[in-house]
């Protein structure tokens, strides 16, 4: 059974910290990692991953895969509250059928106080 | 604009009671997926359809069915529906030829409680 975990499932910090998110995944059929950023409605898209060590960065946020450790992370630096909001890592698998599709992490809720 | 579009928005129902979601989307996508997210779970994929004519079970499937009406439109129903199926539910659509990152779309939810 595919599986993305998540850590920490929480966490607070004040703003202009730097918070490290973590994801690692257990998928059978691996095509890439993707990370999202969600506030009370749809899942927004950050970053996408394929290849294993090469750093994505934009702005802020950055984000890199270690394939061979079946991990990911999540850097932000110097937080502002507008970052408060749920971090989903998602993996997307495909199957023998043509068929592809992503499974979830439970996402990081982090939390920005001024 | 283009993008994934839910109907409805919300929605009450009684414990036994059915309903259709329906989701459509214009950007001539070949891939459907209906996801539900329950609080601090993520999405988990109940159905999805890699093209017309197909669809196939997700990590969560029990008490619901699908169906890919076109190639654009993807619905889902609940035919008697359980307060385990409060939820909100969100539509996404892929094209495996796209090129860009932004490879899912994901529709605004529906919120549903089931009472």
């Known amino acids: 059974e595919d599986k993305v975990v998540q850590s920490p499932l929480s966490l607070v910090v004040h703003e202009g910290d730097t918070v490290t998110l973590n994801c690692s995944y257990e998928?059978?059929?691996?095509?890439?990692l993707l990370w999202y950023k969600q506030e009370k409605k749809a899942p927004t898209f950050l970053f996408m991953l394929?290849?294993?060590?090469i750093e994505k960065k934009s702005g802020r946020l950055s984000s890199i895969l270690d394939k061979k450790e079946l991990s990911s992370i999540l850097n932000i630096t110097a937080t502002q509250t507008g970052d408060s909001a749920i971090y989903l890592c998602?993996?997307?698998?495909?199957?023998?059928?043509?068929?592809?599709?992503?499974?979830f992490g439970k996402g990081t809720h982090l939390i920005i106080q001024p | 604009n283009a993008g994934v579009t839910q109907t409805p928005k919300f929605q009450v129902l009684k414990t036994g009671q059915s309903m259709t979601l329906q989701c459509a989307q214009d950007?001539?996508?070949?891939?459907m997926y209906w996801y539900r997210q329950d609080p601090g779970m993520g999405l988990r994929l109940i159905y999805y359809?890699?093209?017309?004519?197909?669809?196939d079970k997700g990590e969560v499937p029990n008490g619901y069915n699908v169906s890919r009406l076109n190639k654009r439109e993807f619905s889902l129903r609940l035919e008697s529906a359980a307060p385990s199926q409060t939820s909100v539910y969100f539509c996404?659509?892929?094209?495996?030829?796209?090129?860009?990152?932004?490879?899912?779309?994901f529709g605004s939810g529906t919120r549903l409680t089931v009472v």
């Open positions: 950007m001539n996508h070949n891939s």
């Open positions: 998602a993996v997307e698998w495909y199957s023998g059928g043509g068929a592809d599709g992503l499974t």
């Open positions: 394929t290849s294993s060590g």
């Open positions: 359809s890699a093209s017309e004519g197909t669809t």
């Open positions: 996404a659509s892929r094209t495996v030829s796209e090129l860009i990152n932004y490879g899912y779309t």
């Open positions: 998928v059978t059929n691996f095509r890439s």
